[in-house]
C-alpha cells in the first residue's frame, strides 16, 4: 500500500508537530515547513500526495503560497487544505477562489484533520483512476485503427516509389511527374491522419485534466473573423473546391477559443463539407453574433447528408458509409471539431438530411 507524503506549513512549531504527529499515527509521511517559501521549496523539490498549510504567516502568507503552487505545473494539481483560526472564516471563500481544496478551522480534532486529509486524496485517486481509464480506452481505440489508415497511404507510397525505381527510364517525363505527384499526396494524407490523431489524443488528455481544462478555456483569439475566413479557404483550396466557397464573418472583439483551434475547428468542419458534397455544389461558412452573448459560426453543404442514427453516432475512428463512400482520410476530423468545441465550453450541433446535405452549427462564448 502507497504511505502518502503531507506537506504541512505552519509558522507555529506547536501546531506544525501536533498536526504531523497525528499524521503519521494515521499511516502518512508528514513533512514540515515552517513558512510558505520553504513550503513551496520542499513541494517543487519533492511534490507530496497533498499539503496543509495555514493562512496567516511570516515572509509569504497561505494565499501567496497556493497562488506559486498553483502557477507552476509539477504542483498545481497537488490537493491543497487551508488551515484557518476562528478569525479568518471570511477569507475562506477568498481562499477557494484561489483554488484551495478545503478548509479546517483551528482548533480540529484529529478525526477531523484525517477525514480531510482522506476524503481529498480519495477523490484524487478516483480522478487518477477515470484519467487512466480514459486512456487506457484512447489507446485501445488507436491501437485497432491506426494501423489500417496509416497502411493506406504507405501502400500507395511504397508502390509508386517502386514502380520509379523499376521503371523510371522507361517513363515519358510526363509520367515521372505524375507518380511523383501521387507520392506526394499520399505523403501529405499520411501526414495529415498522424496529424490528426496526435491531435485527438492531446484532446482527450486535456479533457480529463481539470487544471488543464481550465486553462484552456482562458484562452481567447481577438482575430475571429480573418481565423474563420483564412481557415476556410485553404481547406477549400487544398480540396479543389476554391469556387464553391462562400464565407462571411463578423468581426468580433473577442471570442473564447484560441487562436490555432478556430482554425483547426474552421479547417477541419469546411474539409468534411468539401469531402462530402459534389463538385460545383455551394459550401457556405458564416460568423456572426447570436443571442445570448454567444458568437455562432455555421458551416453548410449540399452534399448526401446523413440520417439521424449517424449523426447520434458520430464519434471517433469512425466514417459514414465507407463502404459506399469511400474518401480519404479517418472521418476523425468531424469528430476532432466536436471535442474541440467541447473542451472551449462551446455548443456543437449538426443538422442534417440525407440527400439534401448538412450543416454545422458552433456557438463560442464571448468572454
Not at 501546531?15 to 520553504?38: C, F, H, Q, S, T
Not at 496526435?198 to 481550465?214: H, M, N, P, T
Not at 445570448?292 to 453543404?301: A, K, M, N
Amino acid at each position: 500500500m502507497m504511505t502518502h507524503r503531507i506537506l504541512v506549513i505552519d509558522d507555529e512549531p506547536t501546531v506544525r508537530g501536533m498536526v504531523a504527529r497525528i499524521l503519521k499515527k494515521g499511516g502518512y509521511v508528514p513533512v514540515e515547513a515552517e513558512d510558505g517559501e520553504e513550503g513551496v521549496s520542499l513541494a517543487r523539490k519533492e511534490p507530496p500526495a497533498l499539503i496543509l498549510c495555514d493562512v496567516l504567516m511570516p515572509r509569504q502568507d497561505g494565499y501567496g503560497t497556493l497562488e506559486r503552487l498553483q502557477a507552476d505545473a509539477s504542483t498545481s494539481a497537488i490537493p491543497f487544505i487551508f488551515m484557518t483560526g476562528k478569525g479568518e472564516l471570511g477569507d475562506v471563500r477568498k481562499g477557494m477562489n484561489f483554488g484551495a481544496d478545503d478548509y479546517l478551522t483551528k482548533p480540529f480534532t484529529r478525526q477531523q484533520l484525517l477525514d480531510a486529509v482522506a476524503t481529498r486524496l480519495e477523490r484524487r485517486a478516483k480522478i487518477e483512476q477515470a484519467s487512466r481509464e480514459r486512456m487506457d480506452e484512447l489507446r485501445g481505440k488507436i491501437m485497432y485503427v491506426l494501423p489500417h489508415e496509416l497502411r493506406t497511404p504507405l501502400t500507395a507510397i511504397l508502390g509508386l516509389a517502386e514502380l520509379l525505381v523499376c521503371d523510371a527510364e522507361a517513363m515519358e517525363a510526363d509520367r515521372v511527374a505524375d507518380v511523383a505527384q501521387g507520392i506526394l499526396d499520399s505523403g501529405e494524407r499520411l501526414s495529415r491522419i498522424i496529424e490528426n490523431y496526435l491531435i485527438y489524443s492531446q484532446i482527450e488528455l486535456i479533457a480529463s485534466d481539470s487544471q488543464r481544462l481550465e486553462d484552456l478555456r482562458g484562452h481567447v483569439t481577438t482575430t475571429v473573423s480573418v481565423d474563420i475566413v483564412e481557415a476556410a479557404g485553404a481547406a477549400a483550396r487544398n480540396a479543389g473546391r476554391e469556387e464553391d466557397l462562400a464565407v462571411t464573418a463578423e468581426e468580433s472583439s473577442a471570442v473564447a477559443v484560441s487562436d490555432d483551434n478556430l482554425r483547426k475547428l474552421i479547417g477541419e468542419l469546411t474539409d468534411n463539407a468539401c469531402k462530402f458534397s459534389p463538385p460545383g455544389a455551394a459550401v457556405t461558412v458564416t460568423g456572426k453574433h447570436g443571442v445570448g452573448g454567444r458568437y455562432d459560426v455555421q458551416i453548410s453543404d449540399h452534399g448526401r447528408g446523413m440520417s439521424e442514427d449517424e449523426v447520434a453516432g458520430i464519434g471517433a475512428y469512425s466514417q459514414f458509409r465507407r463502404d459506399t463512400f469511400e474518401q480519404p482520410g479517418t472521418g476523425l476530423g468531424l469528430v476532432i471539431a466536436k471535442r474541440l468545441a467541447e473542451v472551449h465550453g462551446a455548443s456543437f450541433e449538426v443538422i442534417s438530411r440525407p440527400g439534401e446535405g448538412t450543416t454545422v452549427a458552433v456557438g463560442f462564448a464571448l468572454p
